[in-house]
């Protein structure tokens, strides 16, 4: 697949993130796990709390980069960011926008292309300017242009500041299946069967749901300068176990947060539930306050 295989030169720099972090922590970081997880009750709990991660950043540099996923998962982190927009609490006049990912021939007017979800559940309720928003073309005539041009786009820009993430049921980022290259970028994917499985939910029939995608790759994803994971639901429990306590895998994509230094993953009780460290996250939470500064 285009751009699916970069070298290792690209997780040798997550090594060295890994490394640097590890042996020299940034001034006034808080001592704490590489990932952060914060375990709430509720779905609806799990998006305020996500929403005030995403609105301390837009606080803090009002022309933010903002990566962003679509699915069900992060629907109510986007409708409680619109709320705040609308009780005057945040400001998306200058924030800049990049998807995660887009199928493969749907067109942008169809009403499950990624296109219309972003459009109808979040852009259309905040100030965000059109020329801002940048969504992966499911309808591109040239495939490998097109996923260069997304790249060097972000770069252009200075990077991600905060990635929003869903996890899929097999443990996927975007939409980088099992066996998808850590080091991987922007390219067109086949899509596995679990994952038009689980979409087949959104279309009228099973057989509508696209093969393919543009996605964002896995190498593309961890350079952004945070990360927040979200899931809940039971059946997330496996894939987020695997990517927050197994090993660093091509076969759990979300297992490479593990290697960034500024993830943090939001989770309601039943996302959790297979979590073995889950008493240890939630005495961190509680003691965070106290934490010292390093």
């Known amino acids: 697949m285009l751009l699916e295989s970069q070298g290792i030169s690209h997780l040798r720099h997550c090594s060295r993130i890994w490394s640097a972090f590890l042996h020299a922590p940034a001034p006034g970081r808080i001592l704490s796990p590489i990932m952060e997880v914060i375990i709430c009750n509720t779905y609806e709990e799990l998006c305020r709390a ?17 990566g962003l996923a679509t699915g069900s998962t992060p629907l109510g982190l986007y409708q ?10 945040l400001d998306f006049s200058h924030v800049t926008t990049f998807n995660l990912d887009e199928y493969v021939g749907l067109p942008i007017t169809h009403p499950q292309s990624y296109y219309h979800f972003m459009h109808e559940n979040f852009f ?18 040239n495939y490998r242009a097109f996923c260069e041009w997304y790249e060097k786009r972000i770069v252009e820009v200075g990077g991600i500041d ?3 993430l869903g996890i899929g049921s097999d ?21 596995a ?9 959104f279309f009228d029939k099973p057989q509508d749901v696209p093969i393919y995608a543009i996605t964002m790759g896995v190498g593309t994803i961890i350079e952004a300068k945070q990360c927040l994971l979200m899931a809940n639901g039971k059946k997330k429990a496996r894939a987020i176990a695997a990517a927050i306590e197994g090993p660093v895998t091509s076969m759990i994509t979300a297992s490479a ?19 073995q460290m889950r008493d240890y996250y939630d005495w961190i939470q509680l003691k965070k306050p106290g934490a010292p500064r390093v």
Do not use: C, W
């Open 162 to 164: 905060l990635q929003i």
């Open 124 to 141: 259309k309720h905040i100030n965000i300017p059109p020329h801002n928003i940048h969504i992966p073309s499911g309808t591109t005539t």
């Open 50 to 66: 996500a929403a005030r991660e995403v609105a301390d950043v837009l606080n803090a540099k009002p022309n933010a980069v903002l």
């Open 257 to 275: 947060l593990q290697l960034h230094p500024e993830t943090k993953a939001y989770l309601d009780t039943e996302a959790a539930s297979e979590l």
């Open 80 to 89: 409680e960011l619109a709320r705040m927009y609308k009780r005057g609490e």
């Open 171 to 191: 443990g996927h980022i975007g939409f980088n299946e099992p066996g998808s290259s850590l080091s991987s970028r922007t390219r067109l994917k086949t899509l």
């Open 193 to 201: 069967r679990p994952t038009i499985e689980d979409n087949a939910r």
